[in-house]
């Protein structure tokens, strides 16, 4: 898989589903004769030397999703207790504690990893571009948010410390 002529790293792949890692220097503002925000960037698939058609896709600094631990539209997030238990309605993060929640699309890691690289120190990978959202009657503070610990770079955890108003 290429994104405007630089090769992704694949995670998986079969006859009708692709995962791959966007490169890091894929930036908004790629190939596309749009104006920002409309900026698209050229995706070709290559299976045994022949090519598809380039088929068009949307670039954004950043667009976060949070992983579910179910293949459910509305499942049960990949979310973590600090005792690292999933966070959830039967067992809920206590007041005060710490969350870890595993997300994609948080944006640009500082300083850029290699495309596909194993995060050996999550430390040294903050993420440039964060929002996080609340229930208005929750307050939290984030301790982290960068690359996941271990896992491919694209990869992001977040880490809240929260409590209620």
Same mark, same amino acid.
């Not at 948080?106 to 964060?130: F, K, N």
């Given at each position: 898989?290429?994104?405007?002529?630089? @090769?992704?790293?694949?995670?998986?792949?079969?006859?009708?589903?692709?995962?791959?890692?966007?490169?890091?220097?894929?930036?908004?503002?790629?190939?596309?004769?749009?104006?920002? @925000?409309?900026?698209?960037?050229?995706?070709?698939? %290559? *299976?045994?030397?022949?090519?598809?058609?380039?088929?068009?896709?949307?670039?954004?600094?950043?667009? @976060? &999703?949070?992983? *579910?631990?179910?293949? %459910?539209?509305?499942?049960?997030?990949?979310?973590?207790?600090?005792?690292?238990?999933?966070?959830?309605?039967?067992?809920p993060a206590r007041?005060?504690?710490?969350?870890?929640?595993?997300?994609?699309?948080? &944006?640009?890691?500082?300083? /850029?990893?290699?495309?596909?690289?194993? /995060?050996?120190?999550?430390?040294?990978?903050?993420?440039?571009?964060?929002?996080? /959202?609340?229930?208005?009657?929750?307050?939290?503070?984030?301790?982290?948010?960068?690359?996941?610990?271990?896992? /491919?770079? &694209?990869?992001?955890?977040?880490?809240?410390? &929260?409590?209620? *108003?």
């Amino acid at each position: 898989m290429l994104f405007d002529g630089i @090769p992704a790293p694949l995670l998986y792949a079969q006859d009708n589903q692709i995962n791959a890692i966007v490169p890091w220097e894929l930036k908004p503002g790629g190939s596309g004769d749009l104006p920002e @925000p409309f900026v698209y960037t050229n995706i070709v698939i %290559e *299976r045994n030397g022949i090519a598809n058609s380039p088929v068009p896709a949307f670039v954004a600094a950043a667009e @976060p &999703g949070i992983f *579910r631990l179910d293949s %459910e539209p509305y499942g049960q997030g990949a979310i973590l207790i600090q005792d690292g238990t999933v966070n959830s309605k039967k067992n809920p993060a206590r007041r005060g504690s710490v969350i870890s929640i595993f997300a994609t699309g948080t &944006g640009p890691l500082t300083p /850029v990893p290699g495309d596909g690289e194993i /995060v050996a120190d999550a430390r040294r990978r903050g993420a440039i571009v964060v929002e996080v /959202v609340f229930h208005p009657q929750l307050e939290a503070e984030v301790l982290y948010a960068g690359a996941a610990p271990t896992l /491919v770079a &694209g990869l992001s955890c977040e880490s809240l410390q &929260g409590s209620a *108003r």
